[in-house]
T-cell receptor
Framework: GDSVTQMEGPVTLSEEAFLTINCTYTATGYPSLFWYVQYPGEGLQLLLKATKADDKGSNKGFEATYRKETTSFHLEKGSVQVSDSAVYFCALSDPVDSNYQLIWGAGTKLIIKP | EAGVAQSPRYKIIEKRQSVAFWCNPISGHATLYWYQQILGQGPKLLIQFQNNGVVDDSQLPKDRFSAERLKGVDSTLKIQPAKLEDSAVYLC?????????????FGQGTRLTVV
């Protein structure tokens, strides 16, 4: 079945550092890919998405490119801020194997130190 | 537009008691999901509704959990009787349809503590 694998956390960085959170997936069909963010004490929010190969999703300075050849959707940000501290989830939606349900990674906790 | 509304935000109950959670999805969203999120883990889908029909409830512990979505709008999730391991955040989400790329919008969740 479909699956999503994220790098384990926590990831601890200093403010203004470059961020990469790795995400790889396996899917039967051609899934859509998502990054969700969960700030402390809050619900999940969509951060960005990509629906086909080579698409780049971007929001709030974060970017991720849908790489079909490497089955990856790595999250990047050029200069992180303390306010980016949160848990980040990579997810996919595959119409073939999962009836459009979201398949989730385990989440990566990001800690940004001033 | 108004987001997904959930209530209550917090609930503390004793084991073997019953509890119910309520969700009001975004207006017009046909698909509604209930997730269980245990601390430190990703969300686990409990049940997915399409309008008022169940699409997937394969991970719902049906001996103690039940859910309904009357008239294809609001939904309630019930646990009876609760166990200690049910302590988690229960998230409701909705999406406009099941077409490719349609994202799910989440409520703030209900934090359940079973003591």
């Amino acid at each position: 079945g479909d699956s999503v694998t994220q790098m384990e956390g926590p990831v601890t960085l200093s403010e203004e550092a470059f961020l990469t959170i790795n995400c790889t997936y396996t899917a039967t069909g051609y899934p859509s890919l998502f990054w969700y963010v969960q700030y402390p004490g809050e619900g999940l929010q969509l951060l960005l998405k990509a629906t086909k190969a080579d698409d780049k999703g971007s929001n709030k300075g974060f970017e991720a490119t849908y790489r079909k050849e490497t089955t990856s959707f790595h999250l990047e940000k050029g200069s992180v801020q303390v306010s980016d501290s949160a848990v980040y989830f990579c997810a996919l939606s595959d119409p073939v194997d999962s009836n459009y349900q979201l398949i989730w990674g385990a989440g990566t906790k990001l800690i940004i130190k001033p | 537009e108004a987001g997904v509304a959930q209530s209550p935000r917090y609930k503390i109950i004793e084991k073997r008691q019953s509890v119910a959670f309520w969700c009001n999805p975004i207006s017009g969203h046909a698909t509604l999901y209930w997730y269980q999120q245990i601390l430190g883990q990703g969300p686990k889908l409990l049940i997915q509704f399409q309008n008022n029909g169940v699409v997937d409830d394969s991970q719902l512990p049906k001996d103690r959990f039940s859910a309904e979505r009357l008239k294809g709008v609001d939904s309630t999730l019930k646990i009876q009787p609760a166990k200690l391991e049910d302590s988690a955040v229960y998230l409701c989400a909705s999406s406009a349809n099941t077409l490719m790329g349609t994202e799910a919008f989440f409520g703030q969740g209900t934090r359940l503590t079973v003591v």
